[in-house]
T-cell receptor
Framework: KNEVEQSPQNLTAQEGEFITINCSYSVGISALHWLQQHPGGGIVSLFMLSSGKKKHGRLIATINIQEKHSSLHITASHPRDSAVYICAVGTPPLGRRNYKLTFGKGTLLTVNP | DVKVTQSSRYLVKRTGEKVFLECVQDMDHENMFWYRQDPGLGLRLIYFSYDVKMKEKGDIPEGYSVSREKKERFSLILESASTNQTSMYLC???????????FGPGTRLLVL
């Protein structure tokens, strides 16, 4: 069983819809990252969070440490949001030299005009 | 803005060739990483480095080696390329252990 599970694997939405992508993990973590990968390969870090909620523009990320679950929400989705969204969890505690990320397999989001 | 560059976007090599993939970052980051990305498997860590000349194995180091002679440059070496090393290779860097990682554009390697 993969340590990081994302759902759904694929998601198609109409422009303007509210999007939710979920991430569940099975290990204790020190931080969770959400990343975006556009066609062509480039990966951009969207959020790093260890508790609560963060917001950047139309993107909102939440995490529930007790339930080992995080969600990424996109409000008022737009075709330019079409990308692969990747969840990654970080262990051991921040600041340790052997800190590393374990990645989910990604969610392919397609937003149609 | 942090910039991470990789030496090639696309590379075609033959089985048995020695392959060098280079990564350069311009923000004086201590930590650098090499990943490979395969369909259905996601990103997997090959090696990382936390300082010049220092390296640590990741999850899948077999068949690979790395070199970090200068802080800004981290090289991934395939000593004898094999077809199962056909993949997308991504380099990343971060300032702190556990900090945000900044990724390069990736090198798509095809080994024939």
């Amino acid at each position: 069983k993969n340590e990081v599970e994302q759902s759904p694997q694929n998601l198609t939405a109409q422009e303007g819809e509210f999007i939710t992508i979920n991430c569940s993990y099975s290990v204790g973590i020190s931080a969770l990252h959400w990343l975006q990968q556009h066609p062509g390969g480039g990966i951009v870090s969207l959020f790093m969070l260890s508790s609560g909620k963060k917001k950047h523009g139309r993107l909102i990320a939440t995490i529930n440490i007790q339930e080992k679950h995080s969600s990424l929400h996109i409000t008022a989705s737009h075709p330019r949001d079409s990308a692969v969204y990747i969840c990654a969890v970080g262990t051991p505690p921040l600041g340790r030299r052997n800190y590393k990320l374990t990645f989910g397999k990604g969610t392919l989001l397609t937003v149609n005009p | 803005d942090v910039k991470v560059t990789q030496s090639s976007r696309y590379l075609v090599k033959r089985t048995g060739e020695k392959v060098f993939l280079e990564c350069v970052q311009d923000m004086d980051h201590e930590n650098m990483f090499w990943y490979r990305q395969d369909p259905g498997l996601g990103l997997r860590l090959i090696y990382f480095s936390y300082d010049v000349k220092m390296k640590e194995k990741g999850d899948i180091p077999e068949g690979y080696s790395v070199s970090r002679e200068k802080k800004e440059r981290f090289s991934l070496i395939l000593e004898s390329a094999s077809t199962n090393q056909t993949s997308m290779y991504l380099c990343a860097s971060s300032l702190d252990y556990g900090g945000t990682q900044y990724f390069g554009p990736g090198t798509r390697l095809l080994v024939l």
